[in-house]
């Protein structure tokens, strides 16, 4: 069999940590700079992506680390105002932006924390010190500035009204500047903040628009531009705060009290923040688990959908392990707690999906160099259109000047800056759901391109452990006395096949005999008496020591050894009674994940440090299109390289041996992660339980997000495309231009949001 497994895993990738270098940051999902409403993110000169938090360098002597909460930080455009403020600023070493939870997180000289608050103050947003919480859900608006946004909507409507009833000019524009300055004051702040810094985001190209609308006297269509922007950016940010609050939502999963027992033996509600490694806690019926723990006392069927995705409840009792957040059915138990709240299995879910969104995917990184060159292209376009059509075309300056102004609304990228990150967001949060912990977006849209799957046997595609598969008493022997021997005797001994036998008897209900004059017999088997006469349970070369070993029973053993079982016999002094095979047998669900794959255009590979035979016999069994037994770590990693010359490769491994050829795969999987922290942190894709048939799941996953990234961005740049050709040509008007960029942001936002109810399993 495979070498002792343990769950150390060894990561594909690592990241630079200097200031300013290219590194991974959290997508712009949500965008947003006024602390009453998300406001949307478009930007031309979006910077260097920031390093992850995680991969901040540690602060030296006469440094600190300083993590800030900034309300209004949600997308590259405020990434890019914060970081220009920041670059000069004396003492500033790293900086890490993680815009899902809109946290900064800063190496500085000590003593630098208040300039560097002051320096974010001074580019319109707040900077608050992080307590080590999850970020609050985001405000999509005040009551007031909800209330003063229908105010600037009556009076924009009046605005129209006054103008088809040919009142007088200075009360329409009376009207209409009423209503821009009721609800495009915050427009205009963050435009001029914007242009200040050098950007052109939507608030700058919507303030050009409504100013000069105002200018050559568009006076109604100004107004209810500005009040239409507003209502569209209201209904977007809460659109947007479904896909950020989908990972926050895993954070209710946990109960905010648990019964602990107090020194004095009573039980005691406390928070469960407050639980402490070594606290014994009581769990009613029904109850969510508080923490990570081992059972003490009680068994119960759990809920662990939360964790590992599976559907049924999976019985526990004394010395299994249970998970913060799974759900109690119907027994009450005890459990010791194992994990602090912040070190659960839960809490490392959460922090591996909210730094996976901090990964930007190929697609994402593609659209932000796209959008650096897209806007300011469209922008001297409609410069040029201004100029050029009533110098050559004959077209009035002003009518050439609001075609111009349209074009601008147009221009904006928003919708293709969100298309990627709302549909990766949505994607690795559908995946956690199903018990899949994807590490980044760069593997969720890798996974349709597998060609080839590398696959451990031991603990992957078998359970890892011995077990009897066959019992075979010699003609003229009672069947269930020779069991009871070699039970007997195989329940004094800790050898792996040893317990195989004796615990297939134990299942069965065998009565097991005395032995006396037990001996173990390194490398052949044991022996011992029983009921006074001598008894031997062993392998052939004890049996051939013992004069026992013929031709017929040799061939016998053959057969079995040859499927990769290992044989024993137990034999009287002067025959044998019976002979048993024992063999790791393979997974219930590893037939079915295998021919799911094959399904699926993947190609299998068995990797295993077991002999060929045991090795051909198992990859037979389920499926598999190449096995390769007698491997040691470096061959696993050789033979992964050599494949993936024919196409991108995963590789499934528990185990240390396998950390070599996990890294060197496109993507590493990590089997049954739930218990191992280890795992969670490293691998690639963390199968939660240890189910093969979820990297099915996980590749229809990747190929329907795919799908929806290509819908997402066709349909950004088709609308765009129809409604500059309308601008161009003098059919489109202002408020036509502020519905074709607001409308495709909301339309590929909910295209995104679809992935979180897709059928992939």
């Known amino acids: 069999m495979d070498s002792q497994k343990t769950s150390a895993m060894t990561p594909s990738h690592t990241h630079d940590h200097e200031h300013g270098h290219d590194h991974d940051h959290a997508p712009g999902d949500a965008c947003g700079s006024a602390p009453k409403a998300a406001s949307r993110c478009c930007g031309t000169a979006s910077a260097a992506p920031a390093p992850r938090d995680d991969t901040l360098p540690a602060p030296a002597a006469g440094e600190t680390l300083s993590r800030y909460r900034i309300a209004q930080m949600d997308c590259p455009t405020e990434e890019t105002l914060i970081r220009g403020a920041l670059k000069s600023l004396d003492g500033v070493r790293a900086l890490a932006f993680n815009l899902m939870q809109r946290q900064l997180s800063v190496v500085h000289a000590d003593g630098a924390g208040p300039a560097i608050v002051a320096a974010i103050k001074s580019v319109g947003m707040e900077a608050v010190p992080a307590d080590g919480t999850a970020a609050p859900p985001p405000a999509t608006g005040s009551a007031m500035s909800r209330w003063m946004l229908a105010g600037a909507g009556v009076l924009a409507a009046l605005s129209e009204a006054a103008h088809f009833a040919d009142a007088p000019t200075w009360l329409i524009a009376a009207l209409s500047l009423a209503a821009i300055l009721a609800c495009g004051l915050n427009t205009y702040r963050k435009g001029w903040i914007a242009v200040r810094n050098g950007e052109l985001n939507i608030n700058a190209l919507m303030s050009i628009a409504v100013t000069g609308a105002v200018l050559i006297g568009q006076w109604p269509e100004a107004a209810m531009v500005m009040v239409l922007f507003n209502v569209a950016e209201l209904i977007e940010a809460r659109s947007l705060d479904r896909a950020r609050n989908a990972v926050r939502q895993l954070l209710d999963l946990a109960p905010q009290t648990a019964t602990v027992q107090q020194a004095d033996g009573t039980w005691r509600k406390v928070p469960a923040s407050a639980l402490n490694v070594g606290d014994r806690v009581h769990v009613q019926p029904g109850e969510r688990i508080a923490a990570d723990g081992e059972i003490e006392a009680g068994a119960s069927a759990i809920d662990q959908s939360a964790i590992t995705g599976e559907s049924l409840p999976l019985e526990k009792t004394v010395g299994d392990a249970v998970y913060a957040a799974t759900v109690n059915t119907y027994g009450g138990f005890e459990y010791r707690v194992t994990a602090a709240a912040a070190n659960t299995t839960l809490a490392r879910i959460i922090h591996a999906v909210e730094s996976a969104q901090g990964s930007r995917a190929p697609t994402q990184r593609f659209i932000d160099r796209f959008s650096r060159i897209y806007t300011p292209a469209v922008v001297a376009i409609a410069i040029a259109m201004a100029v050029i059509q009533p110098l050559f075309f004959g077209v009035a300056w002003l009518d050439a000047l609001?075609?111009?102004?349209?074009?601008?609304?147009?221009?904006?990228?928003?919708?293709?800056?969100?298309?990627?990150?709302?549909?990766?967001?949505?994607?690795?949060?559908?995946?956690?759901?199903?018990?899949?912990?994807?590490?980044?977006?760069?593997?969720?849209?890798?996974?349709?391109?597998?060609?080839?799957?590398?696959?451990?046997?031991?603990?992957?595609?078998?359970?890892?452990?011995?077990?009897?598969?066959?019992?075979?008493?010699?003609?003229?022997?009672?069947?269930?006395?020779?069991?009871?021997?070699?039970?007997?005797?195989?329940?004094?001994?800790?050898?792996?096949?040893?317990?195989?036998?004796?615990?297939?008897?134990?299942?069965?209900?065998?009565?097991?005999?005395?032995?006396?004059?037990?001996?173990?017999?390194?490398?052949?088997?044991?022996?011992?008496?029983?009921?006074?006469?001598?008894?031997?349970?062993?392998?052939?070369?004890?049996?051939?020591?013992?004069?026992?070993?013929?031709?017929?029973?040799?061939?016998?053993?053959?057969?079995?050894?040859?499927?990769?079982?290992?044989?024993?016999?137990?034999?009287?002094?002067?025959?044998?009674?019976?002979?048993?095979?024992?063999?790791?047998?393979?997974?219930?669900?590893?037939?079915?994940?295998?021919?799911?794959?094959?399904?699926?255009?993947?190609?299998?590979?068995?990797?295993?440090?077991?002999n060929q035979g045991a090795a051909s016999a198992i990859a037979a069994e389920v499926g598999i299109d190449e096995a390769r037994g007698e491997l040691l770590p470096e061959d696993?990693?050789?033979?992964?390289?050599?494949?993936?010359?024919?196409?991108?490769?995963?590789?499934?491994?528990?185990?240390?041996?396998?950390?070599?050829?996990?890294?060197?795969?496109?993507?590493?999987?990590?089997?049954?992660?739930?218990?191992?922290?280890?795992?969670?942190?490293?691998?690639?894709?963390?199968?939660?339980?240890?189910?093969?048939?979820?990297?099915?799941?996980?590749?229809?996953?990747?190929?329907?997000?795919?799908?929806?990234?290509?819908?997402?961005?066709?349909l950004s740049l088709g609308l765009k495309a129809i409604f500059m050709v309308l601008a161009l040509t003098g059919y489109a008007t202002l408020w036509m231009a502020v519905f074709a960029d607001v409308g495709a942001s909301l339309i590929v936002v909910a295209n995104g949001l679809r992935l979180l109810r897709a059928r992939v399993s």
């Open 402 to 610: 609001y075609r111009a102004l349209s074009l601008l609304i147009i221009a904006c990228p928003c919708a293709l800056v969100i298309s990627t990150p709302v549909t990766v967001v949505s994607g690795l949060t559908a995946a956690s759901r199903r018990g899949i912990l994807i590490k980044g977006g760069a593997y969720l849209e890798q996974g349709r391109q597998l060609r080839w799957l590398a696959l451990d046997k031991t603990g992957t595609l078998t359970h890892g452990k011995p077990r009897q598969t066959d019992f075979a008493a010699m003609e003229g022997v009672d069947a269930e006395q020779a069991r009871r021997i070699a039970a007997s005797l195989a329940a004094r001994s800790d050898h792996p096949v040893s317990k195989a036998l004796a615990d297939a008897a134990d299942a069965d209900g065998l009565r097991l005999l005395a032995v006396e004059d037990f001996a173990a017999l390194p490398g052949r088997g044991v022996r011992g008496v029983v009921d006074g006469q001598p008894y031997v349970l062993g392998n052939r070369r004890l049996l051939a020591e013992q004069g026992l070993l013929d031709d017929a029973l040799s061939t016998h053993l053959d057969a079995w050894e040859a499927q990769g079982r290992s044989s024993v016999a137990v034999a009287s002094a002067t025959r044998v009674l019976a002979v048993a095979a024992v063999a790791d047998t393979v997974k219930e669900s590893s037939v079915a994940a295998i021919a799911d794959l094959h399904g699926l255009g993947i190609r299998t590979l068995m990797l295993s440090g077991d």
């Open 636 to 714: 696993k990693l050789a033979a992964v390289t050599l494949k993936r010359e024919q196409g991108r490769i995963g590789m499934v491994g528990d185990g240390i041996n396998d950390a070599p050829a996990l890294a060197a795969a496109d993507i590493g999987f990590a089997m049954g992660a739930a218990g191992s922290g280890t795992a969670i942190e490293t691998a690639d894709v963390a199968l939660m339980d240890d189910d093969l048939r979820k990297i099915g799941v996980f590749v229809r996953l990747s190929r329907a997000t795919h799908s929806v990234l290509v819908q997402n961005i066709a």
